[in-house]
């Protein structure tokens, strides 16, 4: 099994042997959608993931700083997705940004508590290639174009980057 998706309900924690299993399996991507469930659990699984990148996907969940402190320490993160319903702060942020070194893709949608304050943090992301940040309810399109722009020069590299829902076909 190399995909892990939990979607809508709710479930119990898990046993130390089944977060060992999931830990020794060849797991390099969690899902979890809508479910109420310890997210420090599946982060401590995904710690323990030896795939060489790792995927990170919570969807409708309400991340905490803690939680998102503990995705950060996952060496070998590459991709991670954020949706509606996360209740990160812009110190667990910039918390992640410190840690999450080998991060190439962050999607981050529908957020309501960060600030500009999180932007400038995330410049401290080194190895970003692709960022999506759509509806942050305090942080408008024009001041996250200016966080691509200042990332790119600090950088000195372009990245793909989605701004923009003009129609806001995504949103449910």
């Not at 803690?66 to 997705?81: A, K």
């Not at 410049?123 to 970003?128: A, D, E, T, V, Y």
């Amino acid at each position: 099994m190399k995909y892990l998706s939990i979607e809508s309900g709710v479930l119990p924690e898990f046993s130390q042997e089944e977060i060992q299993a999931c830990k020794n399996s060849n797991l390099h991507t969690i899902l979890i959608d809508n479910v109420k469930l310890n997210n420090l659990q599946i982060c401590e699984i995904a710690k323990g993931l030896t795939a060489p990148k790792v995927r990170i996907d919570f969807n409708y969940i309400p991340l905490t700083d803690s939680e998102l402190t503990c995705v950060s320490q996952i060496q070998n993160l590459d991709t991670f997705i954020v949706w509606e319903g996360a209740k990160i702060t812009d110190e667990g942020m910039c918390q992640f940004s410190q840690n999450a070194k080998n991060l190439t893709f962050l999607r981050m949608d529908d957020i309501d508590f960060l600030t500009k304050k999180s932007t400038d943090c995330m410049l401290n992301l080194p190895s970003l290639k692709d960022i999506m940040l759509k509806r942050w309810k305090h942080v408008p399109e024009s001041q996250m174009e200016k966080f691509v722009s200042a990332y790119e020069a600090k950088h000195k590299r372009k990245i793909e980057a989605s701004i923009y829902d003009p129609v806001g076909y995504e949103k449910p």
